[in-house]
């Protein structure tokens, strides 16, 4: 069976003034997907789980000077994801789109919540020209096996 996947992205292109840690706003699917939101800027999880969160972001390839950095912010805890590389070699190995791949356990009683943020240091504003982050649900709902009851999956 295959994992559903939703995926947030953003709206359009985005400018990100330099030196500045920037919140990228996303776009929630139509339809909606319930147990995963998107609200007050955040990616939700309404229910427990084990999901994989794919972090996509397309700088501008032809904007060389710097760094760019990616995460995924996880309020009162470490990101899930968190890349910085010098725009420079991000253009020659990927055409300046970072990609970043995690997972873990999710829900209202854990990481309920989590927002994408990007930086860089050129001296200019830079464009973002896409960004999104796919949930991919690998058990859910999430039950802890306990003695009798088998290994997890």
């Known amino acids: 069976m295959l994992a559903r996947e939703i995926t947030f992205r953003t709206a359009g292109a985005l400018a990100v003034v330099s030196d500045r840690l920037t919140s990228v706003p996303l776009t929630p699917p139509i339809p909606g997907a319930g147990d ?10 309404r229910s ?7 972090l ?3 700088w501008d390839p032809e904007a060389r000077r710097g760094t760019r950095f990616s995460h995924t912010a996880v309020p009162g805890q470490q990101p899930l994801h968190s890349e910085a590389i010098s725009a420079a070699v991000l253009a020659d190995i990927s055409s300046g789109k970072q990609l970043l791949r995690g997972n873990t356990l999710f829900g209202p009683e854990r ?3 989590l927002t994408l943020e990007v930086w860089q240091d050129s001296g200019h504003v830079v464009e973002l020209q896409t960004a999104s982050i796919t949930v991919r649900e690998l ?11 088998g290994p997890l999956p």
């Open 139 to 149: 058990a859910v709902p999430w039950h802890v096996a306990g003695p009798s009851s």
């Open 111 to 113: 990481t309920a919540s």
């Open 48 to 54: 427990e789980g084990w999901y994989e969160i794919l």
């Open 56 to 58: 996509a972001v397309q």
């Open 36 to 45: 995963v939101d998107y609200v007050d800027d955040a990616v939700v999880f």
